[in-house]
């Protein structure tokens, strides 16, 4: 009975569109849920190969479509989804949700994948047209999914807090509701600087957990919520530097506020640890934060200070992720780590999965 089923399945799917793996049966969509979910998003190119597989349950494939990496990730037991993304403008009409929603299921079939995170970070205003249209199309999507793809996982991308942050008025309970898991950015926390102008931790410990209860205080169960931490860091060239060591940067304004992280630039973990060893300072700690940071010099002597994170940083964050029993935690983005054979980058790579799964 099971290999008559396996036939079907595999008929099934050979129906839509031929089978790219090697093994046939790799084509078949992942439908086992896992206790703890670790959610990696790729950007492209091959650095998945050097993933820890061991660790990752699912992954968001934001890069050309590969599938190569759809049958790896297939043999692994992990499921592959579709990056969504859209103008929110364009889905106030139903008729307009329901096409787009039509597509992305008949692409991720096609394609032999396992759902869809929907990457939405567009300004919207609370009760208006667009925020009514977003909860819909959540909802929507859900259920074309959940019909046309037994088992798919729909995941929604939430603002590190349910404040609207950077303007996001969502309906975060409803979304919430209507999807399998919201992903968390806890990153790009000092998108709206409010305060002094000043370099600070991209995810600061305290901020970043009060923001999770935040979330439950919402009444949204903690099993829907994915933590999301950076392997990257932000490079902040400092207009002056204060006797304490604050690194005044560039007034840069971001949807409504007077200062922003686009002040600095992004900087993958691979690139940072490269530039900690000819830095000025060393790896310094922020205590208060709970976050490391150090300082360099550029090329025509103008002082720079890098903030990031690394596994001090990151382990607790994930110990509190099962503390509180959320759905898992995952990172943008996996790509961004040294992957090459250099013992100590390889060390240095291990660690940083490693401190997914806390201290």
Same mark, same amino acid.
């Given at each position: 009975?099971?290999?008559?089923?396996?036939?079907?399945?595999?008929?099934?799917?050979?129906?839509?569109? %031929?089978?790219?793996?090697?093994?046939?049966?790799?084509?078949?969509?992942?439908?086992?849920?896992?206790?703890?979910?670790?959610?990696?998003? @790729?950007?492209?190119?091959?650095?998945?190969?050097?993933? #820890?597989?061991?660790?990752?349950?699912?992954?968001?494939?934001?890069?050309?479509?590969?599938?190569?990496?759809?049958?790896?990730?297939?043999?692994?037991?992990?499921?592959?989804?579709?990056?969504?993304?859209?103008?929110?403008?364009?889905?106030?009409?139903?008729?307009?949700?329901?096409?787009?929603?039509?597509?992305?299921?008949?692409?991720?079939?096609?394609?032999?994948?396992?759902?869809?995170?929907?990457?939405?970070?567009?300004?919207?205003?609370?009760?208006?047209?667009?925020?009514?249209?977003?909860? #819909?199309?959540?909802?929507? =999507? =859900?259920?074309?999914?959940?019909?046309?793809?037994?088992?798919?996982?729909?995941?929604?991308?939430?603002?590190?807090?349910?404040?609207?942050?950077?303007?996001?008025?969502?309906?975060?309970?409803?979304?919430?509701?209507?999807?399998?898991?919201?992903?968390?950015?806890?990153?790009?926390?000092?998108?709206?600087?409010?305060?002094?102008?000043?370099?600070?931790?991209?995810?600061?410990?305290?901020? =970043?957990?009060?923001?999770?209860?935040?979330?439950?205080?919402?009444?949204?169960?903690?099993?829907?919520?994915?933590?999301?931490?950076?392997?990257?860091?932000?490079?902040?060239?400092?207009?002056?530097?204060?006797?304490?060591?604050?690194?005044?940067?560039?007034?840069?304004?971001? %949807?409504?506020?007077?200062?922003?992280?686009?002040?600095?630039?992004?900087?993958?973990?691979?690139?940072?640890?490269?530039?900690? #060893?000819?830095?000025?300072?060393?790896?310094?700690?922020?205590?208060?934060?709970?976050?490391?940071?150090?300082?360099?010099?550029?090329?025509?002597?103008?002082?720079?200070?890098?903030?990031? @994170?690394?596994?001090?940083?990151?382990?607790?964050?994930?110990?509190?992720?099962?503390?509180?029993?959320?759905?898992?935690?995952?990172?943008? #983005?996996?790509?961004?780590?040294?992957?090459?054979? @250099?013992?100590?980058?390889?060390?240095? =790579?291990?660690?940083?999965?490693?401190?997914?799964?806390?201290?």
């Amino acid at each position: 009975m099971l290999l008559v089923l396996l036939v079907l399945s595999l008929v099934a799917v050979r129906g839509s569109s %031929r089978c790219p793996c090697v093994r046939p049966e790799l084509c078949r969509h992942i439908q086992e849920e896992r206790d703890f979910e670790v959610f990696v998003f @790729d950007v492209g190119g091959k650095a998945w190969k050097s993933y #820890n597989w061991s660790m990752v349950t699912t992954l968001a494939m934001f890069g050309p479509y590969d599938a190569e990496l759809m049958c790896h990730a297939h043999s692994k037991g992990a499921r592959v989804v579709l990056k969504g993304d859209v103008h929110l403008s364009s889905i106030v009409d139903k008729s307009n949700r329901t096409t787009w929603i039509t597509d992305q299921v008949n692409l991720a079939k096609r394609q032999f994948m396992d759902g869809i995170n929907i990457d939405i970070e567009q300004a919207v205003d609370e009760g208006s047209p667009e925020y009514y249209a977003l909860t #819909n199309l959540v909802k929507e =999507t =859900t259920a074309a999914f959940h019909k046309e793809i037994p088992g798919s996982q729909v995941s929604f991308d939430v603002a590190w807090s349910p404040k609207c942050i950077d303007k996001r008025c969502y309906d975060y309970v409803t979304i919430a509701e209507s999807c399998d898991l919201l992903f968390v950015m806890s990153y790009d926390e000092q998108s709206q600087i409010t305060g002094d102008c000043i370099g600070m931790a991209n995810a600061p410990l305290l901020q =970043t957990l009060e923001a999770y209860q935040e979330y439950i205080d919402l009444k949204i169960d903690a099993k829907k919520l994915v933590m999301g931490v950076p392997w990257y860091g932000y490079d902040y060239p400092c207009v002056n530097l204060s006797q304490k060591g604050a690194c005044y940067i560039e007034k840069v304004p971001f %949807r409504g506020a007077p200062c922003s992280d686009a002040a600095g630039r992004q900087k993958p973990y691979e690139w940072i640890m490269k530039q900690l #060893n000819s830095s000025m300072s060393g790896r310094l700690w922020d205590d208060e934060q709970k976050a490391p940071y150090f300082y360099y010099k550029d090329q025509n002597g103008q002082i720079h200070q890098v903030w990031y @994170d690394d596994p001090q940083s990151i382990c607790p964050k994930a110990d509190h992720a099962k503390a509180k029993g959320l759905r898992g935690i995952g990172m943008w #983005n996996g790509n961004i780590l040294d992957y090459s054979h @250099d013992p100590v980058a390889m060390q240095q =790579t291990a660690m940083m999965w490693n401190a997914l799964l806390g201290c």
